[in-house]
């Protein structure tokens, strides 16, 4: 059947509000490693991985093996009973995360995991009070919604949560954008403080930040930033949740954990996405007090079971032994100097950003920041039009977001950027032709 065929079966039973990306959107249905197959039969480079979920690439045979095993053996039982491998995979995220004696609680997403989160924090803390950061995304429940700080992707001002929300995590669109890293730094670290005396009552339960924004377009603050802001933090007894759900496993290259570049052990991470590979799992995974101060009980009946976790262990199996946070840090570094040779020659690249192999590009019109959405739309279909998929986000949907599954090489990080800069390169023409809106 047709693309076309599909999306209108699509439109007829899917909600208008789920987005699909391309002017004619497609069916990817076969993958190798970092390359996909639609379903009329092209070929594409895969730089966004099903939103940063396929992180050892498509089809890993020792994944698939792992999955086909298990699958043939036991699929679900549930938490009422032991469960081996996630007892397993809880040893090893306890022990990789840092946070000393850590527990860990398995969920099916990312939201979930936050809403974990923010359960602990605020039963530990007895308060329903939360600072987030503005811009942030952290998933699409009552509570996620609520700190979340972007209106595209606030579908609903209910929530559970009374939230406070903090600047700093996107400096190009700052009010403190002209401030070099450690003036910035102290200038959110004074405006924290602000934030909490005077927005905020009694007792905070907890900050909750992504280090690298996902949603929010990759947007990267300063290094340290979030260990001086948790100073603050600590005079106040307000809990630290980092929400690794896009920059945990070594993505981000300097680190295994975004958190690791700000100086800091929060009191809790959560994670989802690339852990499962594509198998959904997510958790949190927290200081023991803080994970037990629960005093009812609570359960998810698939999270963390035996499929979804005996996929998470060959998953992290596989990125311990090839050391993919290396790699990473080598290819993300030849990617990003090639996308700051593209902001070199065009004037719409307004900020190069984000780290590893986490990286985005924010269209402009040029000469200015006005965000330029019209053309990272054209940007990202002309790039699918030249054979590579590249994410899009944002506050003003003008990022294009670049995160390949990290087992991405040199040549295929050299090809993702030639298809990128003749993409740019019509994107341009099209703007001098008229043809931006
Ligand atoms: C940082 C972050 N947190 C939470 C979520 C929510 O995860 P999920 O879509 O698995 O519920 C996302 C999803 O994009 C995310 O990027």
């Known amino acids: 059947m047709s693309h076309e065929e599909l999306l209108a079966r699509h439109r007829r039973v899917m909600p208008s509000w789920l987005a699909l990306y391309y002017q004619r959107p497609i069916e990817l249905v076969d993958g190798k490693g970092c390359r996909v197959t639609d379903g009329e039969g092209n070929g594409y480079l895969d730089f966004f991985g099903g939103i940063l979920v396929t992180m050892v690439g498509y089809n890993l045979p020792e994944v698939v093996e792992a999955v086909r095993d298990q699958a043939g053996r036991m699929v679900h039982t549930s938490t009422l009973y032991l469960i081996r491998q996630q007892v397993e995979l809880a040893e090893r995220i306890a022990a990789l995360s840092g946070i000393p004696d850590a527990k860990v609680f398995f969920t099916n997403s990312g939201t979930e995991a936050n809403e974990a989160a923010l359960l602990l924090a605020t039963t530990a803390r007895r308060s329903n009070q939360v600072l987030a950061l503005r811009n942030s995304y952290h998933g699409r429940s009552f509570a996620a919604m609520g700190v979340t700080g972007n209106r595209g992707w606030s579908p609903s001002s209910l929530t559970p949560v009374n939230v406070s929300y903090v600047n700093g995590a996107y400096p190009y669109r700052s009010p403190f954008a002209h401030l070099p890293d450690d003036e910035y730094v102290k200038a959110c670290v004074d405006d924290l403080r602000d934030v909490i005396d005077t927005t905020t009552a009694g007792a905070v339960a907890c900050m909750v930040a992504e280090p690298i924004q996902g949603v929010g377009g990759f947007a990267t603050p300063p ?176 990022v294009l977001r670049i995160a390949p599954p990290l087992v991405v090489t040199e040549a295929e990080a050299d090809e993702g950027l030639e298809i990128l800069a003749a993409a740019l390169a019509a994107t341009e023409r099209d703007v001098q032709d008229g043809q931006g809106s």
């Open 223 to 398: 290094d340290g930033l979030f260990g001086a802001m948790k100073e603050v933090l600590d005079r106040h007894g307000i809990l630290f949740v980092s929400d690794e759900v896009q920059t945990g496993w070594g993505r981000t290259g300097g680190h295994f954990w975004g958190y690791q570049a700000h100086g800091l052990v929060p009191d809790a991470i959560t994670f989802a996405k690339g852990l499962g590979n594509g198998l959904a799992i997510g958790g949190v995974v927290a200081r023991p007090e803080l994970m037990d101060a629960v005093q009812a009980n609570s359960i998810s009946t698939f999270g963390g079971n035996p499929l979804a976790a005996r996929a998470a262990l060959a998953v992290l199996d596989y990125l311990r032994e090839h050391d993919l946070q290396a790699n990473a840090r080598a290819v993300g570094a030849r990617l990003r100097a090639g996308l700051e040779a593209l902001a070199a020659r065009h004037p719409a690249v307004g900020d190069v950003r984000g780290k590893g192999l986490m990286l985005a590009v924010e269209l402009v019109e040029p000469g200015g920041k006005t965000p330029d959405p019209a053309a990272a739309a054209r940007a990202q279909e002309a790039a699918r039009e030249g054979g590579l998929l590249v994410g899009k986000g944002g506050l003003y949907g003008n």
